[in-house]
């Protein structure tokens, strides 16, 4: 597909390399020739140089012919004006990006109508929902939602003594009486998807999937303690602070947001009344144990600078806080906050990105190929394919045992008439299911890929 | 430094070049020159050894390449292919020196046309055929053919495309590198093919027509009479001036002209000056030897040689129609001075590049004005897009660097001992990729005679000028092989 992305900044290259390594022709804008020329170098997109609501600069990029415009410029009006465009000069698709709250209020439908946007993404909003989802069920390092609602895998990170380091995947089926799946392990950089015989080990970074009755009966029989965060400490008043602290006072949670601008603190406070706004550095440690970070459920750590997220979620861990959230946006950090035991890490560009190459994948969808949704799970080394299963399948009917899979695929789940199967050898795929399939370090284009 | 990953490029080019020799093993096989065929044969074995071998040592899963590795795989993959392609010359016998076949095989891939033969038409037609082929290859570029067959190995490849394109600054054409060198490499193909029909219909023989055809599109300039050009029909020779003319132009036009961006073609300042000075420079050599050539008193006949001659120096192709070494000065300081100028960036030609002296006119025009007004301030505009100063300065150092390389070939050709006149041309020739020059190496001449260090130099100075002399000089810098330390992600 011809794609033309507005604007380099993160969000903009996170989603240049993805959209190249998926094999469509990008072409991007931005007005800093020196980062045309760093972008052009490093990837193999064109780069055009110039403001991306001048005409002549959208019609130099391919306007006239592009299936879709992703604007992720700096500003929001910016990214409208060029959306609104590239519209009128013949892209078929556009998505814009906005951030400010006070579009994304009852302004919106009506922009979204009048500019032709076949999607606005606000990538702090999405930030707040996934932490949202994230300190429902903290114990796990993660929570992937499918588009089949209730049908979720929870990310979790082995710790030392966990009981079930040293067990092989069958024997663990045999001890716990659930149905459940354990799909995807990465260990240190490697992803795999495990078969029977796979010995899981401490320091491992698990995806679980299970029928949702039994999640939580799982959980504890693993030991691990499940309950909602009810007392939440927020590090920094950006907007993602806000929207997370918004959400979590209405659901009843007790909030504390420690940030440094008094004009800030007093916007949020007029905005939240609920949650407690202290004004004041979050790196003083004194600060933090006054404000009760001995008693609080979670921590989460959203200032600008992703090293003090790090330190001070490492920190707040150390004092025994039970789960540290740290947004880190730079991708070089990542591991490193993995290696100082900090399992929950965020980014926000991560999270837009994976929303707009779903919808990348829907437009594609509709040109041929059977890919239903498409999303990246542990760092981006799996994948997660949903497929409907259509009647000319050529394994329809067969049980599992029966047939031999790839190695690194496997099903996750079916959903037959709004249920949720977890499968196992005797199950089998029939027409008209929907059907999740993971796969580690290759491309699935198709159901029938997953057999050898 | 990957070094795995240049083993990898290289063993894929040798492994390609086996393959380009196919057509001239086909050539010879129909001509049925049995030695010339073994020959073909067993160079296209080695190839194709050394070429997996090369490309299995290098097999790695880090495929990037960087700047530095960019260059690194271009310098070394036209020295490899020269040597390669010249080992054919040497088992046949028919050039037995290595050196000399290197030579002759460097003046073909960088589209010169320099030679070392003194008698051309005793030549075999499959070599004939090798030889002019590698012009056509040379001409648009081996790698760029590489990245539009193979499958891309890394977006970073642009690297190697800018290494070898000649041209100040290097666009895409669309978004991927192998969308770009797949549209270049067919737009030359057609434009090939066309010359070939044309050829044919001025009832050129069909081994006439593809040998010069290559020699034209990749503005190389071999071809297969001791006269050259000379001796085919008017019609033969103004469809050469035409077509030289046309491969001179910057390859993206033609892409404007297939997209339908016909606003762009007509605003092309570079081809715009490019047909100026081919128009005022044919028109005085015209009426040059018009006024005193006793054979040229047809005026038609020198318009033909003119331009002809005009346009064979200034798209750096080197055909010629007549001995311009019996012209007077005038037009022979002209040809020299042609001899620089080139034809347009992202085109086959050599030189230095109408676009390089466009810029360099504008830079010069901007600062003196900033001279008279100290607080002005001038932003360089070429092609309706304003130059940023890097670019400008980039210019001007590839300018200096430029002399500098001239003038150290110059000297170290002088130590032949031969005449002023034929020194500076065999130098100016070579490094701007043209072919024949003044005096002992005129149209008439060879270069058999220089010394075997002139010929390592001139080879050289071939290299040095299809590359744009940044590629080879960066493979002999030491920090280039230095090892990188720390691999930072740019992010």
Redesign the interface.
């Given at each position: 597909m011809n794609i033309i992305v507005a604007g380099l900044g993160k969000i903009g290259v996170t989603l240049i390399s993805n959209l190249v390594t998926e094999g469509h022709d990008v072409v991007v804008i931005d007005n800093d020739p020196q980062v045309v020329e760093d972008i052009t170098n490093i990837y193999d997109v064109m780069g055009v140089c110039g403001n991306c609501a001048d005409t002549d600069v959208l019609a130099e990029a391919g306007a006239k012919n592009a299936e879709l415009l992703i604007a992720v410029a700096g500003s929001d009006e910016l990214n409208m004006l060029s959306c609104f465009l590239a519209k009128k000069i013949g892209t078929k698709n556009t998505i814009a990006r906005v951030r400010a709250p006070e579009y994304n209020d009852r302004s919106l439908g009506i922009m979204k109508q009048h500019l032709e946007l076949s999607m606005i993404i606000n990538p702090e909003a999405l930030a707040a929902r996934e932490l949202f989802h994230n300190l429902k069920l903290p114990s796990a390092a993660k929570v992937e939602t499918f588009s089949v609602r209730n049908f979720e895998m929870i990310e979790q990170v082995l710790k030392a003594n966990s009981p079930l380091e040293g067990v092989s995947l069958s024997e663990l089926r045999s001890r716990f009486k659930a149905k459940f799946l354990i799909c995807a392990v990465k260990r240190g950089s490697e992803a795999y998807i495990p078969d029977g015989n796979f010995v899981l080990k401490s320091g491992d970074r698990i995806g679980l999937t299970a029928e949702p009755t039994e999640i939580v009966k799982l959980l504890k029989e693993m030991g691990v303690v499940q309950t909602k965060a009810k007392n939440v400490m927020i590090l920094g008043g950006s907007r993602t602070a806000f929207y997370l602290a918004k959400r979590l006072a209405i659901s009843g949670s007790k909030v504390t947001i420690i940030e440094k601008d008094r004009q800030l603190c007093e916007e949020l406070s007029e905005l939240i009344p609920k949650a407690t706004i202290i004004c004041g550095d979050g790196a003083n440690q004194e600060l933090l144990i006054e404000e009760g970070l001995h008693s609080v459920d979670a921590f989460v750590s959203l200032t600008g600078m992703d090293e003090e997220n790090i330190l001070l979620c490492s920190y707040a861990s150390s004092e025994g806080v039970p789960k540290v959230i740290a947004k880190v946006n730079r991708d070089s950090l990542r591991p490193l906050a993995e290696h100082w035991g900090l399992d929950t890490i965020i980014s926000p560009k991560l999270f837009i990105t994976n929303v707009i190459l779903q919808y990348v994948r829907a437009l594609q969808n509709s040109e041929g190929s059977s890919v239903e949704t498409l999303y990246k799970l542990m760092d981006d080394k799996v994948e997660a394919l949903e497929f409907n299963v259509k009647s000319d399948l050529g394994f329809l009917n067969k049980t599992f045992k029966e047939l031999t899979f790839k190695k690194n695929t496997l099903v996750a789940g079916i959903i037959r008439d709004r249920k949720i199967i977890i499968p196992s050898g005797d199950d089998c795929l029939k027409a008209g299911d929907k059907v999740i399939v993971l796969a580690a370090n290759q491309r699935l284009n198709k159901l029938s890929d997953i057999l050898a | 430094m990957n070094k795995k990953m240049v083993f990898y490029m290289l063993g894929k080019i040798v492994q390609l070049e086996a393959a380009l020799m196919v057509p001239s093993l086909i050539c010879a096989c129909l001509y049925k020159e049995n030695r010339i065929v073994l020959s073909f044969a067993v160079t296209i074995a080695i190839a194709l050894i050394m070429g997996f071998v090369l490309s299995a040592l290098g097999k790695t899963k880090n495929k990037e390449i960087y700047?530095k590795e960019g260059f690194v795989i271009v310098a070394l993959a036209w020295i490899g292919m020269s040597a390669v392609g010249a080992v054919p010359f040497v088992i046949s016998g028919e050039i037995p020196s290595f050196l000399d076949a290197f030579f002759e095989t460097v003046s073909g891939f960088t589209t010169t046309g320099s030679s070392i033969l003194t008698d051309i038409e005793a030549m075999s037609k499959g070599l004939l055929f090798w030889r002019s082929f590698t012009h056509w290859v040379g001409g648009m570029g081996v790698l760029v053919l590489v990245m539009a067959i193979l499958p891309?190995e890394s977006?970073?490849?642009?690297?190697i495309i800018r290494a070898e394109m000649p041209g100040p600054v290097i666009?895409?054409l669309?978004?991927?590198?192998?969308?770009t060198s797949r549209i270049l490499y067919l737009i030359y193909i057609f434009l090939s093919a066309v010359q070939v029909i044309f050829l044919l219909c001025g009832n050129m023989s069909l081994f006439d027509s593809l040998v010069h055809t290559f020699g034209t599109a990749g503005t190389g300039g071999f071809g297969v009479r001791a006269d050259s050009i000379g001796g085919y029909s008017p019609y033969i020779q103004w469809v050469i001036t035409i077509f030289m003319l046309i491969f001179g132009v910057n390859f993206n036009i033609y892409y404007f002209i297939l997209a339908k961006k016909f606003k762009s073609v007509l605003k092309s300042e570079e081809l715009l000056v490019y047909i100026s000075i081919i128009v005022v420079s044919s028109g005085v050599i015209a009426i040059d030897i018009f006024n005193n050539i006793a054979e040229m008193n047809v005026l038609s006949d020198s318009i033909r040689h003119a331009t002809f001659q005009a346009a064979s120096i200034v798209t750096t192709t080197g055909y010629v129609t007549v001995d311009y070494n019996l012209w007077p000065g005038l037009s022979k300081t002209i040809i020299t001075i042609l001899l620089f100028i080139g034809a347009c960036a992202g085109s086959t030609a050599g030189g230095f590049k109408v676009s390089r002296v466009i810029m360099i006119f504008k830079s010069i025009k901007a600062n003196l004005k900033h001279s008279l007004h100290s607080r002005s301030v001038e932003v360089v505009r070429v092609e309706g897009k304003s130059l940023?100063s890097e670019t400008v300065s980039s210019v001007k150092s590839y300018l200096a660097i430029y002399i500098f390389c001239f003038v150290i070939i110059l000297a170290l050709i002088s130590f032949n001992g031969y005449d002023v006149e034929t020194n500076f041309t065999a130098a100016a020739t070579c490094f701007n990729n043209v072919g024949p020059g003044l005096g002992m190496i005129g149209p008439a001449g060879s270069f058999q005679e220089f010394s075997n260090f002139s010929k390592l130099v001139l080879s050289a100075a071939m290299l040095l000028g299809r590359l744009e002399i940044y590629p080879m000089l960066l493979l002999f810098s030491p920090s280039v092989w230095i090892k990188r330390k720390a691999k930072?992600?740019?992010?």
């Open positions: - | 700047a891309s977006g970073r490849t642009i690297h666009g895409k669309v978004p991927k590198v192998k969308s940023d930072v992600k740019a992010k």
